[in-house]
């Protein structure tokens, strides 16, 4: 039971360039969320799903795009990197119907020059 | 507890002793909140959670407590261990409506002096 999985651990982008980070759960949870970390600062949340089929916009969305693929996957697009997206990006989930403390992965940090 | 950007408010506490963390919140509406801990390299990990009809809840070594009229929660760590240094959130729900989503403060940094 591994919780909630982010692929790639580090990323160095280009400005421009694209990416995809990659998001797994095996809790069987429903809602799913994209958070941004910069130094020193609390997570600001970018993009949540609360159930499998719906996204929605979080307080920091721009610049991103989401997919939720099916109830186990979130992911999260970059198309066009920028030094302002340099940041540690947690992803993580919870069960619906009910506030609940989400689970969260170990991040993926990026860097854009 | 809230942010103040680069700059981590920081509590140095002596192996052994008891810790106690703050942290202020500002929608009186919020209903939900949770004390997470992260260390370096890691994801926040959660430790404990307290609902709005109560003022206090304990869990192993940790206790959380919330005055709803100031608006203000505290996390209190009993016999602090060198393990316990990490950064430690609060975060709390202010609209249920609206989903399981969370707002975060900004975070202290807890250092155990041996």
């Known amino acids: 039971n591994a919780g909630v999985t982010q692929t790639p651990k580090f990323q160095v982008l280009k400005t421009g360039q694209s990416m995809t980070l990659q998001c797994a759960q095996d809790?069987?949870?429903?809602?799913m969320y994209w958070y941004r970390q910069d130094p020193g600062m609390g997570l600001r949340l970018i993009y949540y799903?609360?159930?499998?089929?719906?996204?929605d916009k979080g307080e920091v969305p721009n610049g991103y795009n989401v997919s939720r693929l099916n109830k186990r996957e979130f992911s999260l697009r970059l198309e066009s990197a920028a030094p302002s997206q340099t940041s540690v990006y947690f992803c993580?989930?919870?069960?619906?119907?009910?506030?609940?403390?989400?689970?969260f992965g170990n991040g993926t940090r990026l860097t854009v020059t | 507890g809230e942010s103040v950007g680069l700059h981590l408010p920081t509590l140095s506490v002596q192996e052994g002793d008891n810790s106690i963390i703050n942290c202020a919140y500002s929608?009186?509406?919020?209903?939900?909140f949770i004390w997470y801990k992260q260390e370096s390299g890691k994801g926040p990990q959660f430790i404990i959670d307290?609902?709005?009809?109560?003022d206090k809840r304990q869990g192993q070594r940790v206790t959380v407590l919330l005055n709803k009229t100031v608006k203000h929660l505290s996390l209190q760590i009993a016999a602090t261990q060198p393990g316990d240094s990490a950064v430690y959130f609060c975060?709390?729900?202010?609209?249920?409506?609206?989903?399981?989503?969370?707002?975060f403060g900004g975070g202290t940094r807890v250092l155990v002096k041996p």
């Open positions: 307290i609902r709005s009809n109560m």
């Open positions: 799903s609360a159930s499998e089929g719906t996204t």
């Open positions: 993580a989930s919870s069960v619906t119907g009910e506030v609940s403390p989400l689970h």
């Open positions: 809790m069987n949870h429903n809602s």
């Open positions: 975060a709390e729900c202010r609209n249920k409506a609206a989903g399981n989503k969370l707002t």
């Open positions: 929608n009186s509406a919020s209903d939900y």
